[in-house]
């Protein structure tokens, strides 16, 4: 048919099917090995590693958790994660293509470094981005997306389809909220105009004011 | 930037339907349809989808990028609209109950060959 003018082929795929086929394959994984997989996103500076830190130093006498951690170039948040004694694999993602997501192949290629059958829940630390995650899903069962007061209670707005896609948002840093301009209500209002069904809490991991709640929510959801 | 990770799955998605024989031809052009909510900004896709195929059999290969409004359906007063601000609620009877009809579309519909 070569040189006999335009001729039009319809496809219908999804354009991330080699990526849901992998993200696929890693919810098989987990459910065979019985490890509930939580994605924490978030801004850069957000809080997220000192959530997980908070986190993982409040429930590791309850179950067996491990971290992979997404970050750009260095292996800060893995070395706070490990000193709280947990299994932690760096995924440097500069080393993938500067890449400012995880994408399921990334997070595959870390798995291999984890006994999952031996854990009842693994963290997966996004890279510190609040649009690029949120289009790739990589079998995890639920993403938890990090808000912390500092950033402005528009962010909801400003990044829908992450907000949107979140089973839960943890407002962190309200320790900080004297000191700042910050309006609670209209966060709130914000994130329910985006994500009607959403849960959150409101919290400071650094201080551990009311870090009760998500605590109880981990443990819900890894048993 | 998480256009360079789009383009390349498009282009793992084509290369494996030319390796299987579904697409036959010189690919000249692929269709896509687009969601407004997928934040994908068409030129950066373009310029990522150029650099990532570049040294490729898809080398040179156009985009031709629909774009997808965000559209909702009320459960509560059976209203489609389209939303064009970021306000998921229904803008006839403000009910939370909406669902949305488009606007999430990542797709490819067809490629041009000759």
Redesign the interface.
Known sequence: MAGKGKQKISIVTNILEANDRVAAENRKRFADARVHVIDIMGSPGAGKTALLEATIEALHDDLRMAVVVGDITTTRDAERLAKKGVPTVQIMTESFGGACHLEASTLRQALDQVALDQLDLLFVENVGNLVCPAEFDMGQHQRVVVHSVTEGEDKPLKYPLAFRRADLVVINKIDLLPHLDYDVVALRDNLQRVNPSVQWFELSARSGQNLAGWLDWVRRQAK | ??E???AQ??A??IQ??IASG?????V?TIC?RVGR???VIPDNLRFMFEVVTRDTELAGVQLEIELIPVRGHCAACNADFEIDE????CNACHS???TLLSGQE?????????
């Open positions: 930037m998480h360079a990770g789009i799955n498009i793992t998605a494996e339907r579904e697409i036959s031809g010189r000249r896509l909510l997928t934040a970021v306000n998921f609620w939370p109950r909406v990542l797709s490819i519909t067809a490629v041009e060959v000759d």
